[in-house]
């Protein structure tokens, strides 16, 4: 038998793959994935269950008395499945996600960082992760523990003699500050009603003013990004309780008058509340008290490690100067002896008796503070101050690599923090910031920030944070240095991207006016009409 040496066709030949439509509309591994209702038939099941009673009244399977109101008299208009196909249709789709496990995450302003599985497995263990927070007091004392280690943590990095841990996210947070501020001006009899808030604070500030009950007006920042410290100085009076100010600000600027601010607002009488959700460019390196802050909020689900997205659960504690401190929100856990006591309104007395009263029910998120205790006990002292200093090389590694093609309204404003902040500025005509974000979606990254902050025309906020690598930011910067260049050259491609994604590009106005979020079954609906 003589051996065939002619082998097997190992070169594509003819049509190329690109071009060629399948039967299933699959990709190879992309999947086209059809609405579960699409996939499901009402009259199938994957369970078995017992008939209903035939007659009103008897007595079923369940041992349940069922009387006629209580039998479904027509089809509950749910797909039924067999459990392969279920699972198969949820695996499929998770794999349509990006996630942080998947890649580069550049949102700005979001810290988007890996999170270090130990503190996870610290969450889910008994004791933290099955907590009831109606258990007695001397059952707990081990949480009760964590969570004044995390509030002395919090004490210590910010320079602030208090701090309220219930608070459940950053604007809930924000609301913890301005209730205090509003309690300290009511327990002096000052009835003050303007919040100022600069431009280039968080959106979240003039919203939670405006929610508490204060008129909030508009400090507008210099041409390098930062708060106009004399139109502040100008506007400032006896009718302004507070100024609300982001620092790192959301343009990725450390506001270098932050300590001539405060001195300014405490003298006209106001308080300073710091927007500290971007305290990860700082910690370790900054304390706000020191800067005059009188309350700040702390984003636990950015800076110290937990999953941050998808609506919670979140964290937001809140620190506060010696003025505001006796104003603070109640419970707090205290130390007294070698016993922890949850300081509640039954229990304040005279040592706390001018808090403003409770955020919440209970204590805050327990999960939140276990993930935060484990990553702060892990990283120590200097591994935190890395952390910052790591956040801040790598947002200036991007700035610096890309604003030879991309706008950097503010590069010559010195090192940004924590972020880099681009802008549409040099594209092609009728070329837009949306465009190169759907081409980042054919390259395999999530899109940047977009459109925010406002004091920037088509801003693009990148937020590379601390646990990127030099490789991982490379292949990221060359990837939005081509996609930026398709823009700049006026790529007619560019406007039809992503190509490559399980969808093509919407009509993104026509789907925020009129969105579909209902399935209906297309006859019924072709019917209706």
């Not at 793959?17 to 579960?36: D, K, S, V």
């Not at 078995?48 to 008395?65: V, W």
């Not at 209580?70 to 499929?92: D, V």
């Not at 301005?178 to 919040?195: P, Q």
Request: hydrophobic letters at 40%; aromatic letters at 6%; a negative charge.
């Amino acid at each position: 038998m003589s051996m065939n040496r002619q082998g097997r066709v190992s070169r594509p030949e003819g049509e190329t793959a690109a071009n060629t439509e399948t039967f299933t509309g699959n990709r190879a591994l992309m999947l086209e994935e059809p609405l579960i209702f699409e996939i499901g038939d009402e009259h199938t099941t994957g369970v078995d269950l017992p008939s209903a009673p035939a007659k009103a009244g008897a007595h079923g399977a369940t041992g349940l008395l069922l009387s006629q109101e209580h039998l479904r008299g027509k089809p509950i208009g749910l797909p039924g499945l067999s459990e392969p196909e279920a699972i198969r249709h949820y695996t499929r789709l998770s794999r349509q996600n990006y996630a942080i496990d998947l890649g580069l995450f550049p949102l700005g302003s979001c810290t988007m960082k890996h999170n270090p599985r130990l503190n996870e497995k610290v969450a889910r263990l008994p004791g933290f992760a099955d907590v009831h927070p109606l258990q007695p007091q001397e059952t707990v004392q081990g949480a009760y523990a964590l969570i004044h280690l995390v509030a002395d943590w919090l004490m210590k990095l910010t320079g602030m003699p208090a701090v309220a841990m219930s608070p459940k996210a950053g604007a809930h947070g924000e609301l913890c500050g301005l209730l205090a501020i509003r309690s300290a001006l009511e327990a002096r009899g000052d009835a003050r009603s303007v919040v100022l808030v600069p431009e280039s604070a968080h959106g979240t500030n003039p919203a939670t003013a405006a929610f508490a009950g204060y008129a909030v007006e508009n400090i507008p920042a210099t041409p390098e990004g930062r708060v106009d410290f004399e139109a502040l100085k100008r506007r400032l009076g006896p009718d302004v309780a507070a100024v609300m100010i982001t620092n790192p600000n959301t343009c990725g600027l450390f506001e270098r008058d932050m300590k001539r601010i405060a001195d300014a607002v405490h003298a006209a009488g106001a308080f300073v509340y710091c927007d500290g959700a971007n305290f990860n460019a700082i910690v370790g390196r900054v304390r706000p008290g020191d800067l005059g802050v009188d309350a700040m909020h702390i984003n636990l689900h950015k800076t110290f490690s937990t999953p941050h997205g998808g609506g919670g659960p979140g964290s937001g504690p809140v620190v506060f100067s010696a003025a505001l401190a006796p104003f603070a929100p109640l419970p707090f856990v205290e130390k007294q002896g070698d016993h922890y006591h949850l300081v509640e309104e039954e229990t304040a007395e005279e040592h706390h008796a001018h808090s403003f009263g409770r955020m919440v029910a209970f204590h805050g998120q327990m999960g939140m503070f276990t993930r935060a205790a484990a990553y702060m006990l892990s990283h120590g002292a200097d591994g935190l101050r890395q952390v910052s200093e790591d956040a801040v090389l790598n947002a200036n590694y991007i700035l610096r690599s890309l604003d030879d093609i991309l706008d950097a309204p503010f590069g010559g404003s010195g090192p940004c923090m924590h972020e880099a902040l681009f802008s549409d500025d040099g594209m092609a005509e009728g070329f837009t910031t949306l465009d190169i974000a759907k081409g980042l979606i054919d390259e395999g990254y999530h899109p940047m920030t977009m459109y925010f902050p406002l004091v920037v025309h088509g801003a693009m906020l990148v937020e590379p944070t601390e646990t990127e690598s030099k490789a991982n930011l490379d292949q990221f910067i060359g990837a939005l240095r081509s996609v930026a260049a398709r823009a700049k050259n006026g790529d007619p491609s560019l406007k039809a991207a992503p190509h490559f994604a399980p969808r093509r590009r919407l009509d993104e106005t026509l789907a925020a006016r009129k969105p579909v979020l209902v399935w209906k079954d297309p006859e019924v609906a072709q019917a209706a009409e």
